[in-house]
C-alpha cells in the first residue's frame, strides 16, 4: 500500500489550503486514516483524524479552522485548512491504516507567511 500526499504550498496568514491523501495497492481493510505535522527537531504531532465511519478528531489548536474528511470507495482523506496562521507552519504527512498496519504518505509543505 503507498499513500500520495498532495496540496501544499505558500499561502498568507488567514488563507486557505486544501490537503489531499491517496492510497494505492492492494487494499482489504481500511482503518483510521489521518493528518500529522512535524517541525525541525521535534516529534510528529497529530493535526486530526477520522474514523471509517466518519468521526473526526481534531487537536485543538486546528479545531474550527480545519476539516477532516474521507472517501472509502477512492480511498482519500483531505485535509480543508482555513484560516491559517504562521504557527500553521509545518510539514504535513498523512497516516493510513489499511489491512491492519499503518502506512505514511510522504511529507507536504505548508508555509503561511504573515
Known amino acids: 500500500v503507498q499513500l500520495q500526499a498532495s496540496g501544499g504550498g505558500l499561502v498568507q496568514a488567514g488563507g486557505s489550503l486544501t490537503l489531499s491523501c491517496a492510497a494505492s495497492?492492494?487494499?482489504?481493510?481500511?482503518?483510521?486514516m489521518g493528518w500529522y505535522r512535524q517541525d525541525p527537531g521535534k516529534q510528529r504531532e497529530l493535526v486530526a483524524d477520522?474514523?471509517?465511519?466518519?468521526?473526526?478528531n481534531y487537536t485543538d489548536p486546528v479545531k474550527g479552522r480545519f476539516t477532516i474528511s474521507r472517501d472509502n470507495v477512492k480511498n482519500t482523506v483531505h485535509l480543508e485548512m482555513k484560516t491559517l496562521k504562521p504557527e500553521d507552519t509545518s510539514v504535513y504527512y498523512c497516516?493510513?491504516?489499511?489491512?491492519?498496519?499503518?502506512?505514511w504518505g510522504q511529507g507536504t509543505q505548508v508555509t503561511v507567511s504573515s
Open positions: 477520522i474514523t471509517l465511519d466518519g468521526t473526526a
Open positions: 495497492g492492494n487494499i482489504f481493510s481500511h482503518g483510521v
Open positions: 497516516k493510513g491504516r489499511f489491512n491492519f498496519r499503518d502506512y
